[in-house]
């Protein structure tokens, strides 16, 4: 459990240091995201938006594909 929560945190801490560089929605390809150690099988959960858009989340930092080899980076807003 140590082990998965670890890779859980790698990626997150990786999403939001893409995410700050660009705020208003990081594109980021795939190869700057696995030189940096990202990991596609670990994720918190997932949430579809519509039929071709799929939302991978690690905590709150989340993404989905533009394209085959590129990813936008988004901030999940708290509805609370």
Same mark, same amino acid.
């Given at each position: 459990?140590?082990?998965?929560?670890?890779?859980?945190?790698? &990626?997150? +801490?990786?999403?939001?240091? =893409?995410?700050?560089?660009?705020?208003?929605?990081? /594109? /980021?390809? =795939? $190869? @700057?995201?696995?030189? %940096?150690?990202?990991?596609?099988?670990?994720?918190?959960?997932?949430? +579809?938006?519509? +039929? $071709? %858009? =799929? =939302?991978?989340?690690?905590?709150?930092?989340?993404?989905?594909?533009?394209? @085959?080899?590129? /990813? %936008?980076?988004?901030?999940?807003? &708290? $509805?609370?």
């Amino acid at each position: 459990m140590r082990r998965v929560n670890g890779l859980l945190m790698r &990626n997150r +801490k990786i999403l939001s240091d =893409l995410f700050e560089v660009n705020r208003t929605g990081a /594109i /980021i390809p =795939l $190869s @700057e995201l696995y030189l %940096k150690g990202f990991s596609m099988a670990y994720f918190t959960h997932q949430q +579809k938006r519509s +039929k $071709s %858009k =799929l =939302l991978t989340y690690c905590y709150e930092y989340g993404y989905h594909f533009i394209g @085959e080899d590129t /990813i %936008k980076i988004v901030l999940q807003f &708290n $509805s609370e």
